[in-house]
C-alpha cells in the first residue's frame, strides 16, 4: 500500500471496527453509513444510514438511490427515531425498528469485505450484498 502525505490529508488504513457506531458523547453528533456499487449493466445503487444526536434526542435517516446510466431512477428514503437505533461498536451492524439494515463483515478465508444491506417496506425495497473490492481508507484532518 502506497501512502500520500500532503499538508492537511493523511489517508490511513481502516479497519472494520472503523465502519461501527461510534457513540460519540459530545454535545452534537452525527454519523454516516455509506455504500455504493456500480453494476456491469449501468445501473448503480448509494445506501446512507445517518444517525443525527444532539443530547439525548435525535433522528435515524436512511436511503437507498438506484441510478441508470447516472440518472436517479428510484429511491427509498425512511426517518426513525434514534431511540429505534442499535448499532454494534465493533462491526457495521445497525438494527432499526428491530429490523437489521445493516450486516457487515470480514470473511475469515479470503479477508475480503461483505455487506448486507436491506431496506425499504412491502411496496419498495432493496436486499444488497456488497463486496468490497477497492482499498478503503479514513481521513483524520488536522
Known amino acids: 500500500m502506497i ?5 492537511g490529508f493523511n489517508p490511513e488504513s481502516f479497519v472494520l471496527k472503523d465502519n461501527a457506531f461510534h457513540n460519540a458523547k459530545f454535545f452534537g453528533n452525527v454519523e454516516t453509513w455509506y455504500y455504493d456499487a456500480i453494476f456491469d449493466n449501468k445501473y448503480s445503487v448509494v445506501c446512507l444510514v445517518s444517525a443525527v444526536q444532539f443530547l439525548k434526542v435525535g433522528i435515524i435517516l436512511t436511503g437507498l438511490f438506484v441510478y441508470k446510466d447516472g440518472t436517479l431512477i428510484n429511491s427509498i428514503r425512511d426517518r426513525f427515531l434514534l431511540s429505534h437505533f442499535q448499532g454494534s461498536k465493533e462491526r457495521p451492524y445497525i438494527v432499526i425498528n428491530g429490523k437489521e439494515i445493516i450486516n457487515g463483515d470480514v470473511q475469515r478465508d479470503s479477508k475480503d469485505w461483505i455487506y448486507h ?26
Open 117 to 142: 444491506i436491506v431496506m425499504g417496506d412491502k411496496k419498495k425495497s432493496g436486499d444488497l450484498f456488497i463486496s468490497r473490492v477497492v482499498l478503503i481508507f479514513h481521513i483524520k484532518s488536522y
Open 3 to 7: 501512502i500520500i502525505k500532503t499538508s
